[in-house]
């Protein structure tokens, strides 16, 4: 099963909205990795069932927007922000298979966006230490009132 043109540019602004990297932690977005290659690669790798549940999971976050912010426009065509909360509404759903479906897409992304290796090297980077404390903290003690 392949996806669409129109299907891979949908699911490239939704994964565009989850995984938006971050300049300041030097972490890049994951538009700029190969999200075509890599969910052709999916979609040829899984059982039929799994392949049509991401596609599944694709249409409903690119038809969204007509039903969580009321425009008729699909995920694609709407700013960055409104595509993050369109898919902060999603993952928030008090509908489970809404949630689920969506939390497929995101996981799908986080397969590609942590596999980069720039990711990578900041995930795996040690944590600064923390700065060491000369100060002792007190202890004190109340005394159990005798009844």
């Not at 099963?1 to 300049?23: C, D, H, Q, V």
């Not at 590609?112 to 990711?119: E, H, K, N, R, S």
């Given at each position: 099963?392949?996806?669409?043109n129109?299907?891979?540019?949908?699911?490239e602004?939704?994964?565009?909205?989850?995984?938006?990297?971050?300049?300041?932690?030097?972490?890049?977005?994951?538009?700029?990795?190969?999200?075509?290659?890599?969910?052709?690669?999916?979609?040829?790798?899984?059982?039929?069932?799994?392949?049509?549940?991401?596609?599944?999971?694709?249409?409903?976050?690119?038809?969204?927007?007509?039903?969580?912010?009321?425009?008729?426009?699909?995920?694609?065509?709407?700013?960055?922000?409104?595509?993050?909360?369109?898919?902060?509404?999603?993952?928030?759903h008090?509908?489970?298979?809404?949630?689920?479906?969506?939390?497929?897409?995101?996981?799908?992304?986080?397969?590609?966006?942590?596999?980069?290796?720039?990711?990578?090297?900041?995930?795996?980077?040690?944590?600064?230490?923390?700065?060491?404390?000369?100060?002792?903290?007190?202890?004190?003690?109340?005394?159990?009132?005798?009844?």
């Amino acid at each position: 099963m392949t996806l669409s043109n129109l299907e891979t540019r949908w699911a490239e602004a939704a994964l565009g909205a989850i995984f938006p990297g971050s300049k300041d932690a030097g972490m890049a977005g994951i538009r700029g990795m190969d999200v075509r290659g890599f969910l052709s690669e999916v979609l040829g790798a899984v059982p039929f069932q799994a392949a049509l549940g991401l596609r599944i999971a694709i249409w409903l976050v690119a038809l969204a927007p007509l039903f969580i912010i009321g425009r008729f426009k699909t995920i694609s065509g709407l700013t960055q922000p409104d595509r993050e909360r369109v898919v902060a509404a999603l993952v928030g759903h008090r509908s489970y298979a809404l949630r689920s479906l969506t939390l497929i897409l995101k996981t799908m992304g986080a397969l590609l966006w942590a596999g980069d290796d720039a990711v990578r090297a900041h995930m795996l980077a040690p944590a600064p230490a923390p700065a060491p404390k000369n100060e002792l903290i007190p202890l004190r003690v109340k005394r159990a009132a005798v009844a």
